[in-house]
């Protein structure tokens, strides 16, 4: 009777740590959202951040909360002996938390980690051929998201993005696309939606912008989406995502039904922001 009785009180606290746990995550992120913003760390971002003064008074605030929380629940680790500093960690988290502005999302949940190169890095890569062969080589890159709890980047190539914001390339702002779009596990090019029913009209959009991009990289087309996009369905929201918030202009122009989708999914609109002279 006693071991019965124990066992329920270990279930029933269980529940209640499932239930109340949520509940005080979000206390704390408010309270770290609402905490002063300190100047010296206003200053960083406006000298980093091409984009950031062109925000809208009520965008800030929202931007600088979630910059808040982001430092505080993700940790940075210098490879290569790379020490990160303040500056790093600033400059990563406000390109970064301009994707959490429509509010939706978790702060990346699956993500624990943030590793950070001097530069370009190296990786061993696995490939099957097929018949049971398998190649391996070093291959360099400069930035990968992993599924489970990592995001890697190299700090020379984040530097360079972020001076050069009017390129459609942004090492941070494609992986952590990438985050969106493994939330759910997968990685297919599919972020976690508000509702069910905006789900069909997201997969019609993406898969004609996505063949279209295909064909004219056959074609040798010029693109406004950088042509690895058209590596697969992932990699082409990653570029999209880079895209809308680098060249929104040159985006609704071209894809217009692209970049309503997008919106609609980031409750941002670029081109007001792209209308403002941006400080290089």
């Known amino acids: 009777m006693i071991k019965t009785i124990v066992v329920f009180l270990i279930i029933g606290l269980i529940i209640t740590g499932i239930l109340v ?40 605030r929202r931007l600088q909360g979630h910059i808040q929380v982001f430092l505080a629940e993700k940790q940075f680790i210098g490879c290569k002996g790379l020490q990160v500093t303040e500056e790093m960690k600033l400059t990563l988290a406000s ?17 624990r980690s943030i590793l950070v190169y001097p530069n370009t890095y ?32 190299s700090w ?9 914001w009017r390129d459609g390339r942004n090492v941070v702002l494609h992986e952590f696309a990438h985050q969106l779009d493994q939330e759910d596990g997968k990685a297919e090019g599919v972020p976690i939606l508000q509702r069910n029913s905006e789900y069909p009209i997201w997969a019609k959009v993406m898969t004609q912008a996505y063949q279209q991009l295909c064909n004219d990289v056959i074609q040798g087309v010029k693109t406004v989406m950088d042509s690895y996009g058209a590596t697969n369905p992932a990699e082409f929201f990653a570029v999209a995502t880079e895209t809308f918030f680098e ?27 792209a209308s403002h002279n941006f400080r290089f």
Not at 135 to 148: D, H, K, P
């Open 21 to 60: 746990n949520p509940i005080l995550v979000k206390r704390r992120r408010n309270r770290l959202k609402h905490r002063p913003f300190p100047p010296l760390w206003n200053a960083i971002i406006e000298n980093n951040l091409p984009i950031y003064p062109c925000l809208s008074p009520n965008e800030l």
């Open 95 to 111: 390109v970064a938390c301009l994707l959490l502005l429509n509010e939706r999302g978790q702060y990346f949940p699956r993500l």
């Open 122 to 153: 190296f990786v061993q890569e696995t490939t099957s051929l097929g018949n049971y062969v398998v190649e391996e080589r070093r291959v360099a890159r400069l930035g990968e998201s992993w599924t489970t709890d990592q995001v890697v980047l």
């Open 156 to 164: 020379e190539q984040v530097k360079q993005d972020t001076k050069n």
């Open 247 to 273: 060249k929104p202009h040159q985006l609704l122009s071209k894809h217009p039904a692209l970049y309503e989708q997008l919106q609609r999914y980031y409750q941002l609109d670029p081109v007001q922001w």
